[in-house]
DNA sequence: CATCACCCTG
DNA sequence: CAGGGTGATG
């Protein structure tokens, strides 16, 4: 195995010149269909796809409109009114009723052989569509029956059908109809609010209308029509009448409702009083732990917050997460027995100078409610033991399979086993308010100290394939010929903990605790079975809150006493673990006494992207090795290597679309000469890559940049002007050029929170 | 086969 | 920015 290291170098040096491969293949791809296009076609490429996809959002929104009208019976709808394509460009803003309109519309000009207009067909099937809309009283129908067009209609249709069938009988039922048209707004407001006939009615009509009738379709039909005059008035009037009885009957029911919860919160409101003159008399023992378990909801979670200024209330005010986790009901439990004493002190002093100065009145329901939450506070307390007492008992779990990353005390980790790390990291917690960290790396020349990892050694020796890559990794630039100890392999397998703590400071922290947090937790359950963790599965499916809750179990934390153990080093940031991509097997053998149960695995965090991107400005194509050297605050292992590359390659991408872009710009701008163009720091191209890669103005971007950018530029430029581009691998040669062009990373850069204290500044 | 640069997509 | 896919390289 020596010579692997030697051949792990060499690949390192000639893989840094492998700028070119896989351009073919991109190229092939979208180059081909955009290199002899304009460059303007490139660069909208994003804009026509986002256009594409608001269309389709567009044909969403209208599906969507169209379920509201009925569910599963939309289906119908839509396919009806897909099928009158003509009408579809004017659905979009079209609501429920509107919907109706065309349907009806489009059924109209789709019946009849060949004929377009509406007229023609509805002298075939006319009163049907009538008879129909008008009796489903939807809004719709009244429209049409009640505009003049629809009065016409009306009065010719039934013109026809005094001539065929019984003139009386057609009479009554033309006063029927318009009578019920006179009713049609009060039925409309509630057949509307009663949706599910009308829509059944509606289906119905449509399935008629639409298709060709079938005989089964027409049967209905003539019993519909036969029925109609006889029983339309009565139909109508039903309707609205038991419409009527319906909101009636509705409106009785919740008044019911509303009486009865008024009555029970009366009841709640007369116990609460009680519970205050028992906790005085001391009377009612028994109902009291009743009561207090009852208001746990109304006071657990706000009314006990308000007392807990102390700790963090944003970190109270999420206490679900005590619900995922007993080990943070047992430290929710103990920072509200603290309380607890607090307040008993408290208490116990105002309770004489307020009563001798007559403010009772007011002072007295706060001790009241003091006392009430000293109830409160013990029920949960004994909950609580209980949990954990039970969790306990059992045989440990694997580290994974809890809730990795709420370690919520000292005293959890001691019983879990010593863990030296979690001590310098949750120290640096406590203290990182006060104390300015000694930094070992600071003065590091080349040879990485092995600060930060002291923990390492403490964990099981998993033993990897990966090692002799690890213990090589920091050679390349330096002289050094020993391994990292941060390197080692057998670090990596702790890593079920994911977060480091160790600079709250940062303002980025938190919100990226979350991330991490989401990453690890998707990447934990699919490797685990979460059979033993019940918060888990829920917990990953509520990704979201969890992020909010994962901030706050950090200030938890926070306020836990300090270890004596002083911090060795300063590892930089939150750091993000992301748990051995897959490597879970490693995971699942540690001993969950080992200790490692939560660690604290250095892994990348912003701080680490935000320093890789100011590294940018010197290196475009950092080798493995530089940024090993680089990031040496950084557990090294497949995963953290590949996102590093990955962030330096996504770096790069940017850069050569901005490249590109503002290159086909110059052209399009009538730039003629190649040296026309020049990047200085009042160049948009300075300002956006300025924006990207140096957000904050952390540092003065190094002139040496802006040359590389300027060659950049005009080697995109000359290439294009040149119809170079028409090449499929034309920006091969470029990016040739580029890898050139990296400089040296100032040495500053190498210190593991040199970010740290440049933003400090 | 592993690694990595690139592209593309979300 | 990350994930997935492809192709080049050793």
Redesign the pocket.
């Known amino acids: 195995m020596p010579d692997h290291d030697t051949e792990f170098h060499l690949?390192r040096l000639?893989?840094?010149r492998?700028?070119?491969?896989?351009?073919?293949?991109?190229?092939s791809?979208?180059?081909s269909s955009t290199q002899t296009a304009s460059a303007i076609i490139t660069v909208n490429r994003a804009a026509f796809?986002a256009m594409n996809s608001r269309q389709c959002k567009k044909q969403d929104v209208l599906e969507c409109q169209g379920a509201q009208l009925g569910e599963a019976k939309s289906d119908v709808l839509r396919k009806l009114l897909k099928r009158g394509s003509s009408y579809e460009d004017n659905m979009i803003p079209f609501s429920g009723a509107t919907i109706i309109t065309n349907l009806l519309k489009s059924n109209k000009a789709m019946r009849g052989t060949g004929g377009r207009e509406s007229v023609v067909p509805r002298k075939a099937e006319p009163e049907l569509l009538q008879e129909d809309t008008c009796s489903n009283s939807s809004q719709e129908s009244a429209e049409e029956c009640l505009s003049p067009f629809g009065k016409i209609s009306l009065d010719h249709l039934d013109s026809e059908r005094l001539n065929k069938e019984h003139l009386q009988a057609k009479r009554a039922r033309v006063e029927n109809i318009i009578r019920g048209m006179n009713h049609l707004p009060n039925v409309m407001a509630t057949s509307i609010s009663s949706g599910k006939d009308c829509e059944r009615e509606l289906e119905g009509e449509t399935n008629v209308t639409a298709q060709s009738f079938s005989p089964r379709e027409s049967n209905r039909e003539n019993k519909r029509k036969q029925k109609l005059p006889q029983q339309q008035q009565h139909s109508f009037q039903q309707m609205v009448s038991t419409h009527k009885e319906q909101k009636v009957e509705e409106r009785r029911q919740l008044k019911l409702q509303l009486e009865d919860m008024q009555k029970q919160l009366k009841q709640f409101q007369e116990k609460f009083f009680q519970i205050y003159d028992s906790t005085d008399s001391e009377a009612d023992g028994g109902n009291l732990s009743e009561d207090s378990v009852r208001s746990d909801g109304m006071l657990g979670d706000g009314g006990i917050n308000e007392y807990l200024v102390q700790n963090s209330v944003a970190d109270r005010s999420d206490n679900e997460i005590a619900d995922l986790d007993p080990r943070c009901f047992l430290d929710e439990a103990k920072a509200l027995h603290r309380e607890q004493v607090l307040l008993d002190g408290k208490m116990a002093k105002q309770e004489g100078s307020l009563r001798s100065k007559g403010l009772m009145s007011m002072h007295e329901v706060g001790k009241r409610l003091a006392e009430t939450l000293k109830q409160e506070l013990n029920s949960a307390m004994s909950q609580v033991v209980d949990t954990v007492v039970n969790v306990f008992s059992k045989p440990p779990r694997p580290p994974l399979q809890v809730f990795p990353s709420l370690p919520a005390n000292e005293d959890h980790f001691v019983f879990n086993g010593n863990n030296p790390n979690f001590h310098t990291a949750n120290q640096r917690l406590q203290c990182f308010g006060d104390v300015v960290f000694p930094s070992p790396l600071d003065s590091f020349v080349g040879v990485p100290l092995p600060c930060a990892n002291d923990q390492t050694e403490a964990l099981p020796l998993v033993v990897r394939k990966s090692a002799s890559e690890h213990h090589q990794s920091s050679d390349p630039g330096a002289q050094n010929g020993h391994p990292h100890p941060s390197l080692h392999p057998s670090s990596l397998s702790g890593n079920t903990g994911f977060i480091s703590p160790s600079s709250f400071r940062h303002p980025f922290s938190l919100p990226l605790v979350g991330y991490s947090f989401q990453?690890t937790l998707g990447a934990s359950s699919t490797g685990y079975s979460s059979k033993d963790s019940p918060g888990l599965m829920d917990l990953s499916r509520e990704t979201t809150s969890l992020r909010t809750k994962m901030a706050s179990s950090q200030h938890l934390m926070l306020n836990h006493s300090c270890s004596p153990v002083l911090p060795r080093s300063t590892a930089e940031g939150l750091s993000l673990i992301k748990p051995e991509c897959g490597d879970l097997q490693d995971m699942s053998d540690i001993s969950p006494y080992s200790g490692c149960t939560i660690s604290f695995s250095e892994g990348l965090s912003p701080n680490h992207?935000k320093k890789a991107?100011l590294m940018f400005f010197y290196t475009r194509?950092p080798s493995?090795s530089m940024l090993k050297m680089y990031f040496s605050d950084v557990k090294f292992n497949?995963c953290i290597?590949?996102?590093l590359?990955?962030?330096f390659?996504?770096?790069?991408?940017f850069y050569?679309i901005q490249m590109e872009k503002f290159a086909r710009q110059a052209i399009n701008d009538g730039v003629a000469a190649v040296d026309d163009i020049i990047v200085s720091r009042d160049s948009e191209l300075y300002k956006v890559l300025n924006m990207h890669y140096n957000k904050a103005n952390d540092i003065e971007v190094p002139e040496r940049f802006l040359e590389v950018a300027q060659i950049t530029l005009r080697e995109f430029f000359s290439a294009i002007v040149a119809s170079r581009d028409v090449d499929p691998s034309w920006?091969k040669a470029i990016?040739k050029v580029i890898c050139k062009l990296d400089s040296e990373v100032p040495e500053i850069f190498k210190s593991a929170n040199y970010l740290q204290e440049l933003l400090r500044e």
């Open positions: 690949n000639t893989k840094r492998r700028v070119d491969i896989g351009v073919k293949r991109i190229v791809s979208s180059a796809d990453s992207l991107k194509y493995s497949r290597t590949s996102q590359i990955k962030w390659s996504n770096f790069r991408e050569y920006k990016y």
